[in-house]
Structure formats: C-alpha cells, structure tokens
C-alpha cells in the first residue's frame, strides 16, 4: 500500500489543459491542409495528377478542389505540388456534419456544431457516439 | 534435409529461373524435410503462371543458422497437401485455395479464411463465387455442452471478428476463431498500384504496426532495386521501429492490467504509451510513425536539437516506468491472475510455427533482428528476451523485458547517430527477381515476398503478417481456461485482425 501511494505521489497528475486551452501540436504534425489557389497557374493540373490520394481534384471549371475526406495525411500529398500551393496546418479540427462539408476550395472547413438546445433537451440523454470497425486498419481505434 | 543454398538472404534478392521448380510430390517432401529438419515455413503462396496453371512458392527460414531459401513447383487445379505431414503449413494451404482457386488435395481442416472471391486465380478458373455466409464450425456434441458465441460486432472499440466457444460448465473445450470481416484486398492493392500509393497502403496493413509493414515493404523493394541506404537512415529506422515496439508494449501492459482490475498500473502505462506515440509524431508528424519510411530511407531527418530531447524525455521515460513495472509485476493479485492461464506449449510452437512474442514467451527464442538481422540491427544487437511458461505472464515477463531492451537501443542509438543522407533514390526494380524482407514488428516477424516480372513490375507481393501464424496459438490456448479469462487471454496475445485479412 505504502509503495502504491509512493508511486502515484510520484506519477502525479497528468491531463492536458484541453478543451479549455487548445492542444500544442509540434512542429511536423500535419493538420487540416489548406489550398491557396492564387499559387496556381492557368491550367495546371499536375497535383490531381501526380498525387497518392484523391485529396486534390479538378473539378469541371477546371478549378482545385481539396477532399478532405479523402485526405490520408502523408506527406506526398502536398508535395506533389510544385508550386506550393497546398500545405497541411497545426490545426487538428476536421470534423463536419456532412460528408460534402469536407470539399472545399481553400481547405476552410464548416466544423460540426453543437446540438441545438430543443435537441439536446429532448435526445441529449439517449445520444451516443457509436464507432464501429468494418474494413480500417485499426489506426483509429489502437 | 537441407534445401540447397541459392544465396537467398533477409533482403537480398535471387534470379527468380534461380528458385528451384520441382514436381508437386518433390516439393512436398523438400518442405516436409525441411521442416523435420529445423526449418520453419515463413511464406508459402501461390502465382498465376498460365491460365490453367499456378507456381506455388514456398519461402523456408532456418533461425539457428539465418538462412533462407525458396522452393517451387508448377501445379494445376489440385496437388497434394503438405499439412497432413507438416502442420506449419495448415493455414497457408488454406489461404492457396482461396486466393488461388487451387485444391490442396488430403488437407485435415480445409475451411474458408477471409471469405472473398480468388484475387490470384489463372483466367481459366472462372469459379463460382465464394458464399460469404458459408462457414463450417466444428460443434461439440454432449448433454452438458453447450456453445457461446462472441462477435464479429464486440461491445468495445475493437475490430470485428466471430469467436465460438464450445464449454462445459465454465469451462473452454474448444475455441474456434472466424476472421476475414477487415479483407480490404492488400495484396492485390499492393500489385497493382504505383509506388508512393502502394507506399500508404503498406503503411495501413495494420494499423498500430505503421514502421514494421512499412520497413518491409521498403526493404523489398530497395533488396530489388539494389537500392542502399545510408548508416544515418538505417539508424532512424531502428529507432523508428523500436519506439513503435515500446508504445506496442507499453499499452499492452496496461490494458492486461485493466483486464485484472488493477487499475493503477492501467493508467500509468496507458500515459507512458502517449510519450512514445508522442515521440514518434515528433520525429514523423503522426502518432503512429506514417510518412517516415520511405524507399530509399526516412522521410524525416532528426535535428541535432531533436536528437537530444528525445533522449531527454526517453531518459526520463525509464525512470518513470521502473516503479510502475514494480508496482504491477509485484502485486500478488496480478501475478495470481497472469499465472498459469492461457498457456502455449513449446510443442505447439514448433510444430505450428508462432513467432514472435508468442514464441519468447515459451522458450523458443525466434526473433529476426536477432537471426536474419538487417539494417542497424547488424551493428547494435538487441538481446533476444525469453521466458518458460508460456502463459499471460509469460507474454508479460516479455514485454517487460523488451521494453527495458528497447529503451537501452533507443538512447544508446540517439547519443551516436551516424552521419549521412536521410534518402537516397531507390531506382527501379530489377525484372525477374525474387526478394524476402523481414521484420521484427512488435508482435513478431513480418515478412514480405516480391516477386518481379520481366518489365521490373512487381508480379506479387506477399505479405506475412505475424498475426496470420499466432490466431492459431489462441484457439489452442483458451482449452481448459475459463470463459471470463478469454479477453485476458485475448490481450496477452493482442493480435491484429487487418493484418490477418489483408
């Protein structure tokens, strides 16, 4: 008992600040990437073309898209653009409420929000978020 | 017997016209001698040759004297088993006629494995598709017997996988384990794409085994490619491959301990484990290590400044975790619940070929940074760590050990790290060639088997997860243990079950 109390004194707490202060993420992690379409030149459709994922697209008007749904985060992704167009941010913020929320032209993303009060009083008790594996890695749940 | 020596090594590739073709029957009793001999079976698949024929390529290892070598046979529709004489190879025959369409003719336990349609069949063996649902599992009949299944869909977070137990009383007899709902068709993904995709495929074949798939599948290619890498790269690799076995280790810990309600260690550890995740997304820019083994190298260098605050905060991370380990390892009540349950003998191991921890565990001291090593582990050797009893603390005692290890290589390593390119090109494969790269992930050997065509394109790509051998080594585990200490059992072992469906 003694050796317990000796070990959890010495253990300490240890909980980040978050949700109340934002999470330090260093300097490699590779967050939500952004587009900047003014870097890209008249035409130019080499990122759709050369890169790993579907993350970039060319839609019909011939104008880059980011998927963020499609998005695997590696570092190929955004350096199959030669002209620097695309880059990932420290912001770890991806979730939306709808699967097209995700495509957009810059990468600004539409995050999910909260429960409208009606909502929330009525199914706030009985909601629950549910994850189920069927075809992943195991990446997610590990 | 001795299979001859074609020069075939851990990630030196051999002229495919060099692998020996031999009849159905010679290259059974090649295998089945082998085996009898000292040889373990580390791959044994099948490649479409013609359209009604297929090559069988078996892939032979023997850890004493870390050699390999390879064996062949052309075969059409059928060909007689080797499992009846050589169990090792129960699972592989099994695997053949899915993907392969071939009959394995004699086999004891001929059952499904994943459940999909022939991904590696000739085009003449337009087969009916596999029924999905069709699954034969073997029920013990009796007054007093009675079944429970568990899952595909568990309570937890976990991936989806059936277990049917048949019990008496609480009592295990029998455990059958049904896999292949995660089968995503890696190995035909692997085939067919380009290199920087194949890349992020590799490195999704299991999740929490990112730097151990990705190491192999790089090592294939750069074995084909002639590619080499420099003693800096090699080094970031190792401590790549090291810090992804100590987060493995470290939360395995834990979660055993959370399994036996000792809940302080659980806790511990399960932080410890976020330091070492932590430190892989400082090196790589994500927890599990992704985009930091590339062909050719390492995505990443390690700044001077980088170098030497991870050896800080390792440094610091091993006198943390001493008293935990104490702490949990000494406690009566957790060694009571470890002991003696779920208990792999060393019989089984040889007989069926477990690698790994699994294998430590009973005595049987398989481990290829130590037997087939490559990369910085020809410099810095590891020691192999072994236990006796075969059981859940037995896998512990392991994991303990390797952690201690584990910790020593990585801050040896980051006081010294040698000089030189982070990456280097790795060109283009050579044709017609055969390469075999293993790894030793955390939970054992991982090997991929590439064979190239004539125009330098990979032909197949084989992938052994250690998962595939050790699901076998719980189902014989479970018998004569209680019900209520399977999701220990279970988690002793924490096998993957992406890297078993591919």
Same mark, same amino acid.
């Given at each position: 008992m003694l050796t317990f109390l000796r070990t959890r004194f010495a253990q300490g707490t240890r909980t980040t600040a978050f949700p109340d202060q934002a999470p330090e993420f260093p300097e490699r992690f590779r967050g939500r990437p952004v587009l900047d379409s003014s870097c890209c030149p008249e035409g130019c459709r080499e990122c759709a073309e050369r890169s790993p994922t579907s993350l970039i697209r060319i839609d019909a008007n011939g104008r880059a898209m980011l998927d963020l749904g499609a998005c695997q985060f590696s570092p190929e992704e955004v350096t199959t653009c030669p002209h620097g167009a695309v880059r990932y941010t420290r912001d770890h913020?991806?979730? $939306?409420?709808?699967?097209?929320? /995700?495509?957009?032209? $810059?990468?600004? /993303? %539409?995050?999910?929000?909260?429960?409208?009060?009606? $909502?929330?009083?009525?199914?706030?008790?009985?909601?629950?978020?549910?994850?189920?594996?069927?075809?992943?890695?195991?990446?997610? %749940?590990? | 017997m001795t299979p001859p020596d074609h020069g075939l090594l851990n990630?030196?590739? &051999?002229?495919?016209?060099?692998?020996?073709?031999?009849?159905?029957? *010679?290259?059974?009793?090649?295998? &089945? =001698?082998? @085996?009898?001999?000292?040889?373990? +079976?580390?791959?044994?698949?099948?490649?479409? =040759?013609?359209?009604?024929?297929v090559v069988l390529l078996a892939i032979l290892g023997h850890d004493e004297l870390g050699r390999l070598a390879a064996a062949s046979a052309v075969v059409g529709r059928e060909y007689p088993a080797l499992t009846p004489q050589c169990p090792e190879a129960g699972i592989f025959e099994r695997e053949i006629a899915e993907q392969c369409g071939v009959v394995p003719l004699g086999h004891p336990g001929m059952k499904p494995l994943r459940r999909h349609d022939p991904?590696? *069949?000739?085009?003449?063996?337009?087969?009916?598709?596999?029924?999905? =649902?069709?699954?034969?599992?073997?029920?013990?009949?009796?007054?007093?017997?009675?079944?429970?299944?568990?899952?595909?869909?568990?309570?937890?977070? &976990?991936?989806?996988?059936?277990?049917?137990?048949?019990a008496y009383g609480e009592e295990v007899l029998a455990l059958e384990i049904v896999l292949g709902y995660q089968h995503r068709g890696v190995e035909r993904l692997l085939e067919s794409l380009d290199r920087d995709r194949a890349m992020l495929v590799a490195e999704a074949i299991a999740g929490d085994t990112v730097i151990g798939h990705a190491e192999a599948f790089c090592g294939a290619l750069e074995a084909l490619a002639r590619s080499h890498k420099s003693p800096r790269a090699q080094a970031i690799r190792g401590i790549a491959l090291e810090l992804e076995r100590l987060a493995n280790h470290l939360g395995d810990l834990g979660a055993m301990a959370g399994d036996v309600?000792?809940?302080?260690? *659980?806790?511990?550890?399960?932080?410890?484990?976020?330091?070492?995740?932590?430190?892989?997304?400082? &090196?790589?820019?994500?927890?599990?290590?992704?985009?930091?083994?590339?062909? !050719?190298?390492?995505?990443?260098?390690?700044?001077?400044?980088?170098?030497?605050?991870?050896?800080?905060?390792?440094?610091?991370?091993?006198?943390?975790?001493?008293?935990?380990?104490? +702490?949990?390892?000494?406690?009566?009540?957790?060694? *009571?619940?470890?002991?003696?349950? !779920?208990?792999?003998?060393?019989?089984?191991?040889? =007989?069926?070929?477990? @690698?790994?921890?699994?294998a430590r565990a009973c005595e049987v001291g398989r481990d290829v940074r130590h037997d087939h090593p490559y990369g910085v582990f020809r410099f810095a050797h590891v020691p192999v760590a072994t236990a006796w009893a075969g059981d859940v603390l037995a896998r512990a005692l392991?994991?303990? +050990?390797?952690?201690?290890?584990?910790?020593d290589f990585l801050i040896e390593q980051l006081a010294a790290l040698p000089r030189g390119a982070p990456r280097t090109d790795c060109g283009a494969l050579r044709p017609n060639e055969l390469a075999v790269a293993l790894t030793e992930g955390w939970r054992g050997e991982i090997a991929h088997v590439v064979v190239t065509d004539q125009a330098g394109r990979v032909r197949r790509h084989k992938v052994v997860d250690p998962s595939f051998h050790n699901w076998q080594a719980l189902a014989l585990a479970l018998p004569g243990n209680q019900i209520?200490?399977?999701? +220990?059992?279970?988690?002793?072992f924490n096998l993957s079950y992406a890297g078993h469906d591919l």
């Open positions: 913020r991806l979730a $939306t409420s709808r699967r097209d929320d /995700l495509v957009t032209p $810059t990468g600004e /993303l %539409e995050l999910a929000h909260a429960l409208e009060q009606q $909502t929330r009083r009525l199914f706030g008790r009985s909601l629950r978020l549910r994850s189920v594996v069927a075809g992943s890695c195991n990446g997610c %749940e590990a | 990630r030196r590739s &051999i002229p495919w016209g060099a692998v020996p073709r031999q009849s159905p029957e *010679a290259f059974g009793a090649t295998v &089945i =001698e082998a @085996v009898a001999d000292g040889w373990r +079976l580390m791959a044994l698949c099948g490649l479409p =040759e013609s359209d009604s024929t991904d590696h *069949a000739p085009a003449g063996f337009a087969g009916r598709p596999t029924d999905r =649902e069709a699954y034969p599992v073997s029920a013990l009949a009796g007054d007093d017997v009675h079944e429970v299944a568990v899952g595909p869909v568990h309570a937890g977070i &976990i991936e989806p996988g059936h277990f049917r137990f048949q309600a000792y809940q302080p260690a *659980a806790a511990y550890l399960g932080r410890l484990r976020g330091e070492c995740l932590n430190a892989l997304m400082t &090196i790589s820019g994500n927890r599990y290590g992704r985009g930091l083994i590339r062909p !050719g190298g390492v995505g990443f260098d390690l700044p001077e400044a980088m170098v030497a605050e991870l050896r800080d905060r390792l440094t610091r991370l091993r006198q943390e975790l001493a008293p935990v380990l104490d +702490l949990m390892f000494g406690n009566a009540s957790v060694q *009571a619940r470890f002991e003696g349950v !779920g208990v792999v003998a060393w019989q089984q191991c040889r =007989e069926r070929g477990f @690698v790994g921890l699994v392991v994991r303990r +050990l390797e952690i201690h290890r584990s910790l209520s200490d399977f999701p +220990l059992c279970n988690k002793s």
